[in-house]
């Protein structure tokens, strides 16, 4: 069936398994995912960012060293020109040993110890031997058309070995003329640098491969391009003029993630420069237009993270690095310390009508430019948190597709139906930055239940009986409007999780108006782990894997459930 109504699961990267991939997934585990998708209904697979990351023990895929340069990770070592086979087992003695998980949780410092190795080895042979000759010449081609950004990120990542950080205002020498002549002059340097190149092209090579296969298999992929950059980045390094370093780009307490007691007073320090719109805007937005070009050789769609910052964007007068030396300060003693400045929206709030009809104009023409960069692919905008009231009807205007939460989309005390969702809309239950929805659901029936013993328990303090009273009913009252969207009775729905509830709301979720619909492999597979918590760090944040593989997953009940769901609901394949 073909049909513009879409099923979607969200497979991060590093979350794929297979036999021989090193430890984390990689581009041939996902090439098996995508014959799975075309299997059973699924129309896209959505993953989180793909660019090159630092060697944190645990790294964001949101604080990218390059806005184009790819994660090496994810390549599939057996289809790496040079590697010599058979491949050597993943050893469990590598250190160092990070913290504890088990097979079930990526080792990032294990995973790079064991893959670097071999793509050095197999870059000795790929330079030196006689039968890589031609595959040589298409590398050198390669690298002459990439132009700058592939010189300027190798430069960069040689310069972080150097200097042994990535953070390049703690260099000692912060010149880029100085740091590129550096490499030039240096043959070592040379080397290293002629390496990162090779490995850029491999990812080039691998993920043309795997969109080739998307295409025949008619399933789309779906990207995503975070708000912002990392500012210890080639692209901040090199081109600072377009970056605004004074502020720190983020977004508003909004009584969510409280597991973070910064995060819950003062919100979320993304730690990314402002963008200074008005001199990208002088060169055509050459570098949204670099960025979103080279997303479209992978991708059919993708997803614009907090897309809300392109009309205004929230933003910190310091870094993430001084957030605990802030954190119980008043906003006027935060101020003092920063002369004066506070965090706030930039460039303007959206306290007067004037203040968001600027706004408006902003993020409109700013949308409308970024679309142009890549035509023909489909956008989705993630529109969550403080949600002025222009920005809906904007992006309905743009036919950018916006976030449907069911159980944040409340009138009038009232969960709004499905049915009356606007189709260019992206429906879900929860992203990767929540729990999955079956946790979400005990934890609420939990404090439920608690509410209940509570009005029984005479001898408990007044206090804590009425923080658990409220609680109580602010859950129950979560369970009742999914109960009412899903058609479950009240009895139904204030229940602990099952089978039955989670084919009811998930029922009503693929059956919504939404042109896409999608649940992360967590929620599909039953596995109640969460893949981050925002305002933490490490942990097991950005490292839950499956335990099992593609074809594994085939034989499991769940894939034919999204299957003939998908089909009950008139989802089907792309057109």
């Not at 708000?227 to 081109?239: C, K, N, R, Y």
């Not at 989309?409 to 429906?427: L, R, W």
């Not at 042109?515 to 925002?534: G, I, K, S």
Request: aromatic share 12%; glycine share 8%.
């Amino acid at each position: 069936m073909v049909s513009e109504r879409l099923t979607g699961v969200l497979l991060p990267l590093f979350s794929l398994r297979r036999e021989g991939d090193g430890g984390i997934g990689d581009l041939t585990a996902l090439e098996e995912w995508i014959t799975w998708a075309s299997a059973h209904g699924v129309g896209f697979l959505q993953l989180l960012p793909v660019n090159a990351v630092g060697e944190d023990d645990a790294p964001s895929p949101y604080s990218a060293l390059s806005s184009v340069a790819l994660e090496p990770l994810y390549l599939a070592l057996e289809r790496i020109p040079g590697m010599q086979l058979p491949l050597p087992p993943y050893p469990d003695d590598l250190p160092p040993l990070q913290l504890p998980g088990g097979r079930d949780f990526v080792d990032y410092a294990r995973v790079r110890t064991f893959k670097k190795e071999l793509y050095r080895q197999a870059w000795m042979r790929f330079s030196e031997l006689p039968n890589y000759a031609e595959q040589r010449e298409e590398f050198s081609h390669w690298v002459e058309q990439q132009g700058r950004w592939l010189e300027d990120y190798a430069i960069y990542r040689v310069a972080c070995i150097a200097f042994g950080t990535c953070e390049w205002w703690k260099w000692p020498v912060q010149d880029p003329d100085i740091i590129r002549r550096a490499v030039a002059t240096s043959g070592s340097s040379l080397e290293q640098m002629r390496f990162q190149e090779w490995l850029q092209w491999l990812c080039a090579c691998q993920w043309a491969e795997v969109r080739a296969h998307a295409d025949k298999c008619n399933v789309l992929l779906m990207g995503d391009v975070p708000i912002g950059i990392s500012a210890a980045s080639a692209d901040v390094f090199f081109e600072r003029h377009l970056f605004d370093m004074s502020w720190s780009g983020g977004a508003p307490a909004e009584g969510n993630f409280a597991e973070d007691p910064f995060t819950a007073k003062w919100g979320q320090n993304w730690g990314i420069p402002l963008y200074r719109w008005d001199v990208m805007q002088c060169d055509g937005f050459a570098w949204w237009n670099r960025r979103l070009r080279k997303l479209a050789e992978i991708f059919s769609m993708y997803r614009l993270d907090h897309i809300l910052g392109f009309y205004r964007i929230y933003a910190f007068p310091w870094m993430p690095d001084r957030n605990q030396e802030f954190l119980e300060l008043t906003p006027d003693e935060a101020a003092a310390r920063c002369g004066g400045r506070r965090p706030g929206f930039r460039p303007r709030p959206d306290w007067t009508a004037e203040d968001r009809r600027l706004n408006l104009m902003q993020g409109d023409h700013l949308l409308s430019q970024l679309i142009k960069a890549a035509p023909g692919l489909r956008v989705i905008g993630e529109d969550l948190g403080c949600v002025p009231d222009y920005v809906r009807p904007d992006l309905s205007r743009l036919r950018i597709a916006g976030f449907k939460i069911p159980h944040w989309e409340i009138e009038k005390d009232e969960i709004v139906p499905g049915d009356t969702y606007n189709p260019c809309s992206f429906a879900t239950y929860a992203t990767h930055d929540f729990a999955p929805l079956c946790c979400d659901w005990d934890e609420w029936y939990g404090w439920v239940k608690a509410a209940d013993d509570a009005r029984h328990d005479i001898a408990m303090p007044s206090a804590p009986m009425r923080e658990t009273l409220t609680s109580g009913l602010n859950c129950e009252r979560l369970l009742k409007w999914l109960g009412d969207y899903s058609g479950m009775t009240p009895d139904e729905a204030v229940s602990p999780w099952s089978p039955a509830i989670k084919d009811a709301l998930y029922t009503a979720l693929f059956a919504c108006r939404s042109n896409y619909a999608a649940l992360m492999w967590t929620e599909l597979f039953d596995c109640p782990v969460r893949l981050n918590t925002p305002g933490t760090e490490g942990g097991t944040n950005w490292r839950p894997r499956m335990p099992f593989t593609a074809a594994q997953a085939a034989a499991m009940p769940q894939s034919a459930w999204i299957r003939e769901l998908s089909a009950r609901c008139g989802r089907g394949k792309p057109a």
